[in-house]
C-alpha cells in the first residue's frame, strides 16, 4: 500500500482531460453531445453520454492508480461514492463541471479533480481544474501554491475597483434568472460588471488569475464542481467562504448541495460579497 496522497493525481488527471479532450473531438455537434443516458447521476442532474464517457475516462486512472496500491474513496457527480479501499483519503470528481456548455457546444467547461486528507474543503491537498475553453491546466497543493500551465500564480495581486470602490468584474454561478433578480441591488452595490461562465471550476479559476475580482455562487453549491476551484484560489492567494456553514471552509466533501460560496482577491472583497443575499 502506498500513501494515497503521493500518488500521481496530476498525471493521472492530465490523462483524464486529455482522453476527454479525444471524446468531444469525436462528438462536435450538438446533436451528438446531447443524447442521454435515460439515468440520473447521484446529483441529481440526467446523466448526458458525455458525462458517462468523462467519468469512465477518470476512473480508468483512478483503478490504475489502486492497483499501484493507492487507497482513497471516490466521489463523483455521476456514480456518488465508489470505495477503493479506504475513507481516509476522498477523490472528489466532476468529470465536466458546465455540461450544459459542453453539450451545446459553448467552450467554457472544465474537468475538476480534488484530493482531500478529511471531510471537508480545508481537507484538500491536491486540486486540478483542466478549463476546455482557453486549453488551460489550473493546478494547486495545499501549503505549496497554485499554477496555471506550469507558471506559479502570483499571490498579492488585488482586486480591481472603480472610482466609487465597487468591485470591477464580479463572476455569477446563477443558473436561474430569479435568482438575479432577487440579488439584484446588492450586486449592484458590490459590482461594476458582471459575468456569467457557466462553470464554477472555471469561474474559481478566473479568481486565482485575478481576471475576475470575485465570484458569488447566489445558491447552494456541490462539492463536486468547486472542491478543486476553491484550494486553486486560496493558494494564488485568495479567500473563499462557504457561508452556510459555521467554519468558512467547513462544507462537506459529497454530491448534496451544502452551501452558497464567495470568493475574492481579498479579505475586503470577501467582506463586501457577502452582504449579497445567499441562499
Known sequence: MTDALEADWLGASRRAAEALHDLLAERPSTDERVRETGTRGDGGDDTLVIDADAEAAVFRELDALHRDGARFTAVSEERGWVDFGSPDVRVVIDPIDGSKNAKRGL?????????????????????????????EEWIAR???????????????????RTADGRLELLGIESADPGWLREAADDLVASAERLRVLGSMAAMLCQVAGARLDGMVALRRTRAVDVAAGQLIVR?????????????????????????????????????????????
Not at 147 to 160: K, N
Not at 253 to 277: F, I, N, Q, Y
Open 235 to 279: 493558494e494564488a492567494g485568495g479567500q473563499v467562504a462557504f457561508t452556510a456553514c459555521q467554519d468558512p471552509l467547513g462544507a462537506t466533501l459529497d454530491t448534496e448541495k451544502r452551501s452558497p460560496m464567495v470568493a475574492a482577491r481579498t479579505p475586503a472583497g470577501l467582506h463586501d460579497l457577502l452582504r449579497v443575499p445567499l441562499e
Open 142 to 160: 495545499r501549503g505549496q501554491g497554485a499554477w496555471r500551465d506550469g507558471a506559479r500564480l502570483e499571490t498579492e495581486v488585488p482586486e480591481r
Open 107 to 135: 467552450p467554457q467547461f472544465a474537468m475538476s479533480i480534488a484530493v482531500a486528507d478529511g471531510p471537508t474543503m480545508a481537507d484538500v491537498a491536491f486540486g486540478f481544474v483542466h478549463d476546455y475553453g482557453p486549453g
